[in-house]
């Protein structure tokens, strides 16, 4: 099946645009990252095959900003505290969400690799802690769902 514009109306290739974030939430210590990888006419930019993308990562204390700093028994004490529940984290996207392609050569399926950076961050006691992170996920070109 080949990719046949209809504003174009020919068979193009496709480009990948940089994938649109539409929400970074958090549910207790798992982040939810809610985004649409695209894929475009290179000749004329339509909107050709899109992927709904839902991922997920589950934050670890230790990893922030500003843990290793703590001592011992004040590392101890911000554990008991992020077990309870008692610590409200606010994460936001990280910019720079980005999708690169790779495979396709004979015999191989063309797999599309998307990377979407989120931050969290949360204070405690008058100390702020942060997490730069990202999920990434792995999907064939064939996953895509036509959007003409």
């Known amino acids: 099946m080949g990719n046949r514009c209809e504003q174009c109306s020919k068979f193009v290739s496709l480009e990948t645009a940089e994938p649109e ?20 006419c290179a000749e004329c930019s339509t909107e050709m095959k899109s992927l709904d993308l839902n991922e997920d990562h589950e934050l670890e204390l230790d990893k922030f900003e500003g843990w290793a700093d703590l001592g011992e028994k004040r590392q101890e004490q911000l554990r008991e505290a992020w077990n ?13 969400a980005e999708t690169s392609e790779g495979g396709g ?3 191989q399926k063309n797999i599309l690799t998307t990377t979407l950076p989120f931050t969290a961050k949360f204070s405690w006691e008058g100390l702020d802690f942060t997490f730069n992170g ?10 895509y769902d036509d959007c003409q």
């Open 84 to 96: 309870a529940g008692q610590i409200e984290v606010e994460v936001e996207d990280g910019g720079g």
């Open 21 to 40: 974030i539409n929400s970074v939430d958090i549910n207790g210590t798992t982040v939810t990252v809610d985004a649409r990888s695209v894929r475009n």
């Open 134 to 143: 990202s999920v990434t996920c792995e999907h064939a070109a064939s996953e």
């Open 105 to 107: 050569s004979r015999y």
